[in-house]
């Protein structure tokens, strides 16, 4: 994968992380990396479509699956996997962890038919194996605290207009992911202010490498 890097951000909706991008990005071109910033659902004119259905038609959760991993596959094959092949940092908002933790969690589905989709997907890279991103930062909120930022604050999709009760189950899925693939994830305390969180997002990503703690190229 020469030296890209793949960063992904994680959390329930309202925790924050969105809000650090901008920051990251220019911290990663301040070390003279070119930054590819992209989202899931989404990130292709395709992915873009099937993110609008995603996020507003009812469906039942095997639907809503095959759809987040067909927008995905698109999103890998036409812009992360081009990107880390150049080298670039690719700085992705979200990725399959928040399919383990919205559909598999949150909405009660199979996880080992996420596991399945997540091998069709993410592998056939032969020795490389499963692509998955380098450091994954988890922002980790109280979902009581998460809803209180989301009110009023737009005209809520469909999962955002979920009840607490369905974003405990989503943290819960996203902190059994973290416990599982540990190595990879960050916890960042995101009831914290917004500077302390910016400062516990650049400390983890020099602690894990992503980052060199000084100027000069990053990995
Ligand atoms: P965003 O508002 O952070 O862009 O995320 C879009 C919504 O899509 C968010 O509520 C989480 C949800 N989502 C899933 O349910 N499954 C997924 O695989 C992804 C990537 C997002």
Do not use: N
Request: charge should be negative.
């Amino acid at each position: 994968m020469s030296d890209g890097l793949f960063l992904t951000l994680e959390g329930i909706d309202g925790a924050g992380k969105s809000s650090h991008l901008d920051a990251m990005e220019a911290l990663f071109k301040a070390r003279g990396r070119t930054v590819v910033r992209t989202r899931e659902p989404g990130g292709t004119p395709l992915a873009e479509i099937l993110r609008g259905l995603i996020l507003e038609q009812p469906m039942d959760p095997l639907t809503e699956s095959l759809l987040v991993f067909a927008a995905r596959r698109d999103h890998v094959v036409r812009v992360i996997e081009p990107a880390l092949a150049r080298g670039d940092v690719v700085l992705c908002d979200r990725f399959t962890d928040a399919t383990f933790a919205y559909q598999g969690a949150g909405r009660d589905f199979d996880t080992q038919v996420l596991s399945t989709l997540e091998q069709w997907v993410q592998g056939g890279r032969g020795a490389a194996g499963l692509l998955q991103p380098h450091v994954t930062l988890w922002f980790d909120l109280a979902p009581e605290i998460a809803a209180q930022r989301l009110a009023g604050a737009r005209l809520p999709d469909k999962f955002e207009s979920q009840p607490v009760e369905f974003f405990r189950r989503v943290a819960a899925g996203y902190a059994a992911r973290a416990v599982a693939d540990a190595p990879r994830f960050v916890r960042i305390d995101a009831s914290q202010t917004r500077d302390q969180v910016w400062q516990q997002v650049e400390t983890a990503l020099v602690a894990r490498g992503a980052l060199a703690p000084e100027s000069g190229a990053a990995r």
